[in-house]
């Protein structure tokens, strides 16, 4: 049991280029999430999606795309990077969206330049 | 919007008591949570309260609430070096199912 994976560890980007970030889990949870975490801040969540097919707004959503086309990964996407989105990306999952624990992956360090 | 707020550094020694506290807003919290960060880790969840309780224990954690102060606090016991970490304080309501993180609180312990 991996739990929640994400690929890559780490990136750097030049302002303007894209790119998808990968989550995955293998504990068939029905929601998945996209967090933020920037120096001095809590995670701000970005996207996220109660089920396969479906996505929503976070807090934080602008500049970022997601998609849940099998139900066990959920991509992040940035179309055009800005030095802004320079952060540490976590994934996250969980049954549903009560107590239970959301599961954490170990995260993504983007750097813009 | 709703606001959840920690001191950003803790010091101890090892074998003392850390006390990490917590204010948030939303009056209409459900549950309130403490997860953990080490170093280049993710989010792992220790504990978590029902805001009609005020207080849990679990091992070397004890988690307080003070609903009517909008206050959360967790106390680690004996806190030792492997507890060196940062440690965030989130909440949900009936509003919305989503965590609302804190800043956290990076736990320093020194010998």
């Known amino acids: 049991n991996a739990g929640v994976t994400q690929t890559p560890k780490f990136r750097v980007l030049k302002t303007g280029q894209s790119m998808t970030l990968l989550c995955a889990q293998d504990m068939n949870h029905e929601y998945m999430y996209w967090y933020r975490q920037d120096p001095g801040m809590g995670l701000r969540l970005i996207h996220y999606s109660v089920g396969e097919g479906t996505t929503a707004k976070g807090e934080v959503p602008d500049g970022y795309n997601v998609s849940r086309l099998k139900k066990q990964n959920f991509l992040l996407g940035l179309e055009s990077a800005a030095p802004s989105q320079t952060s540490v990306y976590f994934c996250a999952s969980s049954y549903s969206s009560g107590p239970e624990t959301q599961y954490f992956g170990p995260g993504t360090r983007l750097l813009v330049l | 919007g709703e606001d959840v707020e920690q001191s950003l550094f803790l010091s101890v020694r090892e074998g003392d008591s850390s006390v990490i506290n917590c204010t948030y807003t939303?009056?209409?919290?459900?549950?309130l949570y403490w997860y953990k960060q080490e170093p280049g880790a993710g989010l792992q969840l220790l504990t978590y309260?029902?805001?009609?309780?005020d207080m849990k224990q679990d091992q070397r954690l004890t988690v307080l609430l003070n609903k009517k102060d909008k206050h959360l606090s967790l106390r680690i016991a004996d806190t030792q070096t492997g507890d060196s970490a940062i440690y965030f304080c989130?909440?949900?309501?009936?509003?919305?199912?989503?965590?609302?993180f804190g800043t956290g609180t990076r736990l320093q312990v020194f010998p």
């Open positions: 939303d009056s209409s919290s459900t549950y």
């Open positions: 309260i029902f805001s009609n309780m």
């Open positions: 989130a909440d949900t309501s009936y509003n919305t199912d989503k965590l609302i």
